[in-house]
T-cell receptor, first 116, second 114 residues
Framework: GENVEQHPSTLSVQEGDSAVIKCTYS??????FPWYKQELGKGPQLIID?????GEKKDQRIAVTLNKTAKHFSLHITETQPEDSAVYFC???????????????FGKGTHLIIQP | DSGVTQTPKHLITATGQRVTLRCSPR?????VYWYQQSLDQGLQFLIQ???????AKGNILERFSAQQFPDLHSELNLSSLELGDSALYFC?????????????FGSGTQLSVL
C-alpha cells in the first residue's frame, strides 16, 4: 500500500519568513495530493491540492510543488503570519482505485510555529 | 466552519465502558467518514457510510461499530474501551470533485479513557 512520509515534524519560523513542508510517497499510481491545515481545537481543513499532471499550483501565499519522478511534493508558505500556526498534513491518493477518500494516505503532520 | 457537526466535543469515561459519538454531515452530503487521530498513528481511516450503507472499512477494531441513519447523521459506537482508545475522533463528509472526493471535517470528539 501507499506510504507517505512527512518532514519536518515541527517547524519554527519567524513571522514574515517562508516555510516549506515536504512529503514523499511510495505508490507511483498516486495522482492526487491534498494538503490540510488543522488549527487547535478544529478538524483538518483542505487548503490546497494538486494533480499529478501539474507541477505547481499557487493560491495567494501558499503553493504546492510536485516532482513525480522523485515522488515528492512540498507545501510552501510565504510571508508567514501568526494565523499560519497550525498542524499541516499532506496526503496522497490513487484515483484509479475509485477516488474515494478511504484511499487517502496521510502524512503524520507538521506542527508549524510562527514566531512573532 | 465546515458544516459538519460532531457531538460531544469532549468525553471522559472509564475502561470497559461504551460510548457513542455523533456526527451530522454537511447539508446534502450523503457520505460520512470516521477517522481516529492519535499522536503516534496520525489520521487513521476507520469506516465510511454512504446513504445509510457501509461503503468502505479501514483499520476499525471489532469493538467499534458505526451506522448511518435515514436523516444521514452517523454514530460511532466504541465499546469495551481501553486506555489506548483515547484519541481524537473525527467525522467528515465528502463531495465528489471529478475523479476524487474532497473531505470536510468536523471539529472532532476528544475521547479520554481513564
Amino acid at each position: 500500500g501507499e506510504n507517505v512520509e512527512q518532514h519536518p515534524s515541527t517547524l519554527s519560523v519567524q513571522e514574515g519568513d517562508s516555510a516549506v513542508i515536504k512529503c514523499t510517497y511510495s505508490d507511483s499510481a498516486s495522482n492526487y495530493f491534498p494538503w490540510y491545515k488543522q488549527e487547535l481545537g478544529k478538524g483538518p481543513q483542505l487548503i490546497i491540492d494538486i494533480r499529478s499532471n501539474v507541477g505547481e499550483k499557487k493560491d495567494q501565499r501558499i503553493a504546492v510543488t510536485l516532482n513525480k519522478t522523485a515522488k515528492h511534493f512540498s507545501l510552501h508558505i510565504t510571508e508567514t503570519q501568526p494565523e499560519d500556526s497550525a498542524v499541516y498534513f499532506c496526503a496522497a491518493l490513487a484515483t484509479h482505485s475509485g477516488g474515494g477518500a478511504d484511499g487517502l494516505t496521510f502524512g503524520k503532520g507538521t506542527h508549524l510555529i510562527i514566531q512573532p | 466552519d465546515s458544516g459538519v457537526t460532531q457531538t460531544p466535543k469532549h468525553l471522559i469515561t472509564a475502561t470497559g465502558q461504551r460510548v457513542t459519538l455523533r456526527c451530522s454531515p454537511r447539508s446534502g452530503d450523503l457520505s460520512v467518514y470516521w477517522y481516529q487521530q492519535s499522536l503516534d498513528q496520525g489520521l487513521q481511516f476507520l469506516i465510511q457510510y454512504y446513504n445509510g450503507e457501509e461503503r468502505a472499512k479501514g483499520n476499525i477494531l471489532e469493538r467499534f461499530s458505526a451506522q448511518q441513519f435515514p436523516d444521514l447523521h452517523s454514530e460511532l459506537n466504541l465499546s469495551s474501551l481501553e486506555l489506548g482508545d483515547s484519541a481524537l475522533y473525527f467525522c467528515a463528509s465528502s463531495v465528489v470533485a471529478g475523479d476524487h472526493e474532497k473531505l470536510f471535517f468536523g471539529s472532532g470528539t476528544q475521547l479520554s479513557v481513564l
